[in-house]
RNA sequence: GUGGAUGUAGCUCAAUUGGCGGAGCACUGGGUUGUGGCCCCAGAGGUCGAGGGUUCAAGUCCCUUCAUCCACCCCA
């Protein structure tokens, strides 16, 4: 057989994260994990490979995550999986398997990790994508909410991440969700020769999402159209204005829009989002709401819930826009001459490293210039410099680069000298 | 899934009617004894996204394909 040689590349939609980068996805992760302690929530990690039957039960057979969007196998027995689309159903069936309800009333929840979506990649759209997902099950109340809510908000807003709007609106619950829902069909009906194609379709299987549509002709045909804040029964209405109240008293932000709808079934109650004018159409950087009846719909116990996902991709491209990454610490560069003074550096800088002082020296022989210009190229803040005179004498040249001073060190003041008297 | 734009050095981009593939930045070395940033000199770096076709001749024209980007759609 022929050798071909062949030009390996990454999946489409599939990235790969590299050294530039990682700063912000570290600062991204420990600074949510830190919060999300703060608050109460515990991290688990879970398989990126589930049955498909899960989230077909959990989203809903008719979204389109789960109708054209999952990524399906068939494992050598059969049976069909699928890489995770979300992480909520996920959660929800690891709560259930691991009978965390009986364990503890209110479990609070996040993981960190990929998800898959086969959709048509575009900037802040992948096919692999990462969330930090937020889960807070068993409470029914609207504190809840507004834990979840201002929760969100500080992660989002300690980081930095420019202007943001929080949009929030209520679908109803299981009492007067499906009033609405029979009213709206009813005057989608009449209207069915005004909407767009995608908008007729679903005026029958999904009728809420034709608020969503941004075509001027449905916009104009849902004039005069039944408003789901009209149909809010007492409890739905009391517990979204309870939410509102604790937001207002925390000081956030948000516009309740009764046309927010989300495309994942289980949600009830309060739904919401969080915007960006920045990102062009991939907006959305976080999303989340109420899902009060997936655990039982699942096969578990009644235990209402709700969370929030943060899109980590997008998340990052806010970072990189509204703010420079912080220095890293004091960077030491040993440049040595001849021989001996290199096993000397090695041995010094290796001192040095398990101290964890950043120190790097240059691999190959070199002149001492080309080493200070690899020494600036660095960043580094000091330079020790080591010849036969250093070695000589017992000390090395200690430059400050900023400055361009230079002394005499003894070696055994040196660490004293970089590290300060308080360490150790 | 639909429509459109773009693929040339590590990065940002040039290349006339089809006629020898370049610049800036970055990289490596040097500018005489052991000193960086600025400056100067030199060097290295390219299957011109991939495959086919037209032509004496293709980065340039045609077809196919892959990828990226934008919008739709969808969502985080």
Known sequence: MVEETVEFRSVRGFHDILPEEIAYWQRLESFSRRILEAHGFKELRLPVLEMASLFKRGIGEETDIVSKEMYLFSDPKGRELCLRPEATSQIVRAYIQNRMDLKEPISKLYLIGPMFRHERPQKGRYRQFHQIDVELIGDRGPISDAEI?????????????????????????????????????????DKR??????????????????????????????????????????????????????????????????????????YTRTAFEVKTKALGAQDAVAGGGRYDRLISTLGGPDRPSIGFAIGMERAIEL??????????????????????????????????????????????????????????????????????????????????????????????????????????
């Not at 509204?322 to 960077?331: C, I, Q, T, V």
């Not at 080309?370 to 017992?394: H, K, N, P």
Request: include cysteine; charge should be neutral; hydrophobic fraction near 40%.
């Open 319 to 424: 970072l990189k826009l509204n703010e420079a990454l912080r220095p890293e610490g004091p960077k030491v560069f040993i440049a040595s001459l001849g021989f001996r003074a290199r096993l000397f550096a090695f041995k010094l800088m290796m001192e040095l490293r398990a101290r964890e002082l950043k120190t790097e020296m240059a691999y190959g022989e070199s002149s001492l210039k080309s080493q200070m210009r690899q020494a600036t190229r660095y960043r580094a803040e000091y330079v020790l410099i080591i010849g036969d005179e250093e070695l000589e004498a017992g000390t090395v040249t200690l430059k400050e680069m900023n400055s361009g001073e230079q002394t005499q060190v003894k070696i055994s003041d040196l660490i004293r000298r970089l590290i300060g008297p308080k360490t150790p």
């Open 193 to 266: 020769e005004g909407l767009c194609p995608d908008c007729q379709r679903r005026s029958e299987k999904n009728p809420l999402r034709v608020f969503d549509c941004k075509e001027a002709q449905c916009k104009a045909s849902l004039e005069g159209a039944p408003r789901i804040d009209e149909s809010w029964c007492g409890d739905c209405t009391d517990h979204l204005r309870a939410i509102l109240d604790l937001l207002s008293e925390a000081g956030i932000p948000y516009i309740l829009d009764s046309r927010l709808m989300r495309g994942l079934d289980y």
């Open 149 to 189: 809510l201002i929760l969100l908000w500080r992660i989002l807003q300690g980081l930095g991440m420019g202007d943001l709007v929080l949009t929030i609106n209520s679908l109803g619950c299981e009492v007067c969700r499906p009033h609405f829902k029979s009213h709206l069909k009813e005057f989608l009906r």
